[in-house]
T-cell receptor, first 115, second 113 residues
Framework: EPEVTQTPSHQVTQMGQEVILRCVPI?????FYWYRQILGQKVEFLVS????????KSEIFDDQFSVERPDGSNFTLKIRSTKLEDSAMYFC?????????????FGAGSRLTVL | AQKITQTQPGMFVQEKEAVTLDCTYD???????LFWYKQPSSGEMIFLIY??????QNATEGRYSLNFQKARKSANLVISASQLGDSAMYFC??????????FGIGTKLQVIP
């Protein structure tokens, strides 16, 4: 069964460092997302991406965050200068189309720990 | 704006019994979708079931069924014949007219042998 692949599964970084989280969505999917889940808290929307541009972003997704689909396969989330409060599980998700029935398929997540 | 409310932070159920996880939602979108996802302790997010706002019948997927009451804005998940492997966090999720998907805070289900 097709799956969304995320790397790394866990990354530890120092505060102020740049981090890139990578995702390979399912190949025929057109809509891509990043979510984060701070330990013990709810899953929060960060950004959605379609047709090579951001379609929507939350207030969490400030200037420190950026997304890119550099090669038609990978979908990356970059955090320019990490803060302690960026420590969370980051989930990439994708779906085929805009219909409400299209299921979001999630990756297994990338756990980011900022020290 | 969309909002999901899950009022049960934790639930226990005896193995082989049925359990209902509550979810109420609020959305201004005329057309929307409701999903349930399972998150086991390993952390991944697993899709369980989907209900469209215009669907006439309640969705079912194996042991999972969604008790959709549109007028009451509720979309409760029913798990029949609980198994030990059902122990996990369960999230009710809504998707409206835009691409953003909103998660509830989750219900932690523990299945007791």
């Amino acid at each position: 069964e097709p799956e969304v692949t995320q790397t790394p599964s866990h990354q530890v970084t120092q505060m102020g460092q740049e981090v890139i989280l990578r995702c390979v969505p399912i190949s025929n999917h057109l809509y891509f997302y990043w979510y984060r889940q701070i330990l013990g808290q709810k899953v929060e929307f960060l950004v959605s991406f379609y047709n090579n541009e951001i379609s929507e972003k939350s207030e969490i997704f400030d200037d420190q965050f950026s997304v890119e689909r550099p090669d038609g396969s990978n979908f990356t989330l970059k955090i320019r200068s990490t803060k302690l409060e960026d420590s969370a599980m980051y989930f990439c998700a994708s779906k085929t189309g805009s219909s409400g029935a299209n299921v979001l398929t999630f990756g297994a997540g990338s756990r980011l720990t900022v020290l | 704006a969309q909002k999901i409310t899950q009022t049960q932070p934790g639930m226990f159920v005896q193995e082989k019994e049925a359990v209902t996880l509550d979810c109420t939602y609020d959305t201004s979108d005329p057309s929307y979708g409701l999903f349930w996802y399972k998150q086991p302790s390993s952390g991944e997010m697993i899709f369980l079931i989907y209900q469209g706002s215009y669907d006439q019948q309640n969705a079912t997927e194996g042991r999972y069924s969604l008790n959709f009451q549109k007028a009451r804005k509720s979309a409760n998940l029913v798990i029949s014949a609980s198994q030990l492997g059902d122990s996990a966090m369960y999230f009710c999720v809504t998707r409206g007219g835009y691409q953003k998907v909103t998660f509830g805070i989750g219900t932690k289900l523990q299945v007791i042998p």
